[in-house]
């Protein structure tokens, strides 16, 4: 199952449009912020699906029956460029878990790159509602490095998978690798092209860059 968000015309696209302006997208402030507006934004959504119970609310005047969250989900991001996203859907599940996976794309002098996948930090995803966040699901192997170490850790009820832009290529391989797990896609916007090295088209740009600055061992 994929949501892409920017089928529908809401503020959200004013946010999305904003990080993949050339122009507005150098304000790094403004590029986190937007991250991470669109997180929470993503979290709204995500939450129509999840589990609800009741509650009784004592107010200043009398009772109200309310329904609140069953359970908090799990939330993992990708370091780095996942951080303001991240924190977009902490924003409003404000009491979840979480975990943080260190994979980032290591060059070659040929400028081809493996994933490197360095630490899993996290508790024991078993049985729970797992949402994992990315900006980019580009080739999809940062994504499904990331899922594998932490699904060692435990199986989880069902993954959700946040990436503000993703390429029909990476969501192929996500779906491939983990046909066998309830998954729901969550994007912006599925752009259908990746150049030689990986990078999304129209896309945004490196994200992790964008956010936080060039790395040392970048091309
Ligand atoms: C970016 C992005 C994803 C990955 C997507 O991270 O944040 O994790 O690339 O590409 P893929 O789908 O082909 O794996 P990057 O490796 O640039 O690291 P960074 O976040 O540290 O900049
Ligand atoms: N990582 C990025 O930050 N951008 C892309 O387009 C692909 C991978």
Redesign the pocket.
Known sequence: MIHELGKTNSIFNQFLSEVRDEKIQQDRMRFRRNMERMGEIFAYEISKIMPFREKEVITPLGTAHMQVLAQQPLLAT?????IPLHQGLLNFFDQADNAFIS???KYDADEDFV?KLEYVSSPSPKNRILVIS??????????VAALKGLIEKGKPAEIHVVSVLASLE?IEFLKKSFSKYKMTIWTGAVDDELTAK?YIVPGLG????LAYGN?EDEK
């Open positions: 990708i370091l780095r460029a996942g994979a980032y794309r994933i990315d900006p980019m699901l580009a080739t999809g192997g940062s994504l990476g990986a490196d994200a992790g860059d790395k």
